[in-house]
């Protein structure tokens, strides 16, 4: 059972193009955070939200509560855009933190 | 440091051999997080400390994985007798509080051969 669902796994766009990741969850969070992976490289952690929206450049992030479910939005999307997006949870019940497995998002020129 | 220091980044053990992975949290966070990622899945959930206390160590595969964090800051994961289903990357995340901004590590590698 997967307490963390995205969609979806695998996502190619055009330079320019709205992109929209989803995320779903299960459990009850005290957060949930959008995280950003490289190929060989590190998580880096783009958003943090518990209620609401948040927006970084061209990144948009949205959550509702009541019904366990985020986007991450990328407008104008750009070639190094291309990475492997990551939804995380913080379980309000605990310190563990659940993860999807991920949406590869390439951008082509 | 600025970041979640890890090393090695890369780690190539034979099958059976020990390994050790180091963990470097930002200064002063109180928060550290093990994760395991397979190629192609997403982390998974090993071990968690707060300060030198592992409150939770149930992600741990196997009696053969153990972590420590002595003082409160730097964190080791010890994988003995490695084995083929050990390779993957293993990430370290610190955080100030729990519930706070996590930062992440740039993970291991590692490959038993």
């Known amino acids: 059972k997967n307490e963390v669902e995205q969609s979806p796994q695998n996502l190619t766009a055009q330079e320019g193009e709205f992109i929209t990741i989803n995320c779903s969850y299960s459990?009850?969070?005290?957060?949930l955070h959008w995280l950003q992976q490289h190929p060989g490289g590190g998580i880096v952690s783009l958003f943090m939200?518990?209620?609401g929206k948040k927006k970084h450049g061209r990144l948009i992030a949205t959550i509702n509560i009541q019904e366990k479910h985020s986007s991450l939005h990328i407008t104008a999307s750009h070639p190094r855009d291309s990475a492997v997006y990551i939804c995380?949870?913080?379980?309000?019940?605990?310190?563990?933190?659940?993860f999807g497995t991920g949406t590869s998002l390439t951008v082509i020129p | 440091g600025a970041g979640v220091s890890q090393s090695p980044r890369y780690k190539v053990a034979k099958r059976g051999q020990d390994v050790a992975l180091r963990c470097d949290p930002i200064?002063?966070?109180?928060?550290l997080f093990w994760y395991q990622q397979a190629l192609g899945q997403g982390p998974e959930f090993l071990t968690y400390?707060?300060?030198?206390?592992?409150?939770?160590k149930s992600g741990l595969p196997s009696d053969r994985f153990f972590a420590e964090r002595p003082e409160g800051s730097v964190s080791t994961l010890k994988i003995q007798r490695t084995q083929q289903e050990d390779s993957a990357v293993y990430l370290c995340?610190?955080?100030?509080?729990?519930?706070?901004?996590?930062?992440f590590g740039s993970g291991t590698r590692l490959t038993v051969v």
């Open positions: 939200l518990s209620s």
């Open positions: 400390f707060q300060n030198e206390a592992q409150l939770d």
């Open positions: 995380a949870v913080l379980q309000n019940t605990g310190n563990q933190f659940y």
């Open positions: 995340a610190s955080s100030l509080w729990t519930g706070v901004g996590y930062t």
């Open positions: 459990v009850g969070i005290s957060a």
């Open positions: 200064s002063g966070h109180v928060s």
